[in-house]
């Protein structure tokens, strides 16, 4: 059974900066992209990053695109998100998830797919 846990978030003020951590299974990282997507409350989720599994390229939302560095360890079996320039906009719970890309560079998470708890990411001042 694949597992994802995230940690990382907390409060910060506009402007700061915070690292998310998705630690998944073992041998995850060879076999799936990893996505984040976040929820705000009365929003739907939206995605915000993807790696893919195989070369390493890296897709954003536009809304976080210079912004936000999504990135691997193999070593730690661990997804990265750093944010930095945040936004009260960004403020909601941040989720990773094992996804699938399309060939549009946008990505999903299938019926099959698995997703973390999640982490409160608030950005206030």
């Known amino acids: 059974q694949v597992q994802l846990v995230e940690s990382g978030g907390g409060l910060v003020q506009p402007g700061g900066s915070l690292r998310l951590s998705c630690a998944v299974s073992?041998?995850?990282?060879?076999?799936?992209?990893i996505a984040w997507f976040r929820q705000a409350p009365g929003k739907e989720r939206e995605g915000v990053s993807c790696?893919?599994?195989?070369?390493?390229?890296?897709y954003y939302a536009d809304s976080v695109k210079g912004r936000f560095t999504i990135s691997r360890d193999y070593a730690q079996d661990t997804v990265y998100l750093q944010m930095n320039n945040l936004k009260p906009e960004d403020t909601g719970v941040y989720y990773c998830?094992?996804?699938?890309?399309?060939?549009?560079?946008?990505?999903?998470?299938?019926?099959?797919?698995?997703w973390g708890q999640g982490t409160q990411v608030t950005v206030a001042s």
């Open positions: 998830a094992t996804a699938i890309l399309r060939s549009n560079q946008t990505w999903y998470v299938p019926d099959f797919g698995s």
């Open positions: 073992p041998f995850v990282l060879d076999s799936y992209a």
């Open positions: 790696i893919s599994s195989n070369d390493d390229s890296t």
